[in-house]
Each structure stands twice: as C-alpha cells, then as structure tokens.
C-alpha cells in the first residue's frame, strides 16, 4: 500500500506564489509517474504537471512557463513550485503516484489553492 500526502496550499493574491509538496510512502516502485492535479467547483479534474522516476515532465498549457514540478527520487516527494498565480488557478491540488504497474495509481487529499485579492 501507499500513502500520499500534500502540503502547501493556501490563499495568496493574484500575481503571487506558491509551492506544493506531495510525498509518497510504503511500497514505493522504481519506476513510477508523479503528477498534480487540479479541480476547480464544477469542473473535471485536470492535469496540471507530472513528472516521471527518470525526470521527464509535462504541463498543461495554462501553466506552461509559470509553475515548475520537480522531484527528489530519495525522499518520494515531488514539489510544485506556482509563479504569477491567477484567479482562475483556484482549485483544490490533488497528488497522484502512480507506479508503472497500475493504471490509475494513488491520491492524495488534496490541497486548497485560492488566488484572491
């Protein structure tokens, strides 16, 4: 079993930052994708960014240029570093692991992130 867990979220102002964490712990695979993902009130969750045990990333394109994954394989834990935040970023952050065996893999809580001045 795994468990994942977020951190970071909170309120800032529009133009602001912030950085997320997610570690992953228990029986963690070698080889495994970690990605954060988005749900705004009415809306399907999405994929925001994700990064893989060998450090390939992807973004979506609303956050292309402004928000950095990055991970660190000893610790299981991933990072979501979000500049020049927008009103319309406000969701909850969700944190999946996913080993290269699984499909859908583990979540998280979720984190509330609100951009509001």
């Known amino acids: 079993q795994v468990q994942v867990v977020e951190s970071g979220g909170g309120l800032v102002q529009p133009g602001g930052f912030l950085k997320l964490s997610c570690a992953a712990s228990?029986?963690?695979?070698?080889?495994?994708?970690m990605g954060w993902y988005r749900q705004a009130p009415g809306k399907q969750r999405e994929l925001v960014a994700r990064?893989?045990?060998?450090?390939?990333?992807n973004y979506a394109d609303s956050v292309t240029g402004r928000f950095t994954i990055s991970g660190d394989n000893v610790k299981n834990t991933v990072y979501l570093q979000m500049n020049s935040l927008k009103p319309e970023d406000t969701a909850v952050y969700y944190c999946?692991?996913?080993?290269?065996?699984?499909?859908?893999?583990?979540w998280g809580q979720g984190t509330q992130v609100t951009v509001s001045s």
């Open positions: 990064i893989t045990s060998t450090g390939s990333t």
């Open positions: 999946n692991y996913r080993p290269a065996t699984m499909t859908y893999g583990y």
């Open positions: 228990g029986s963690i695979s070698s080889i495994y994708a």
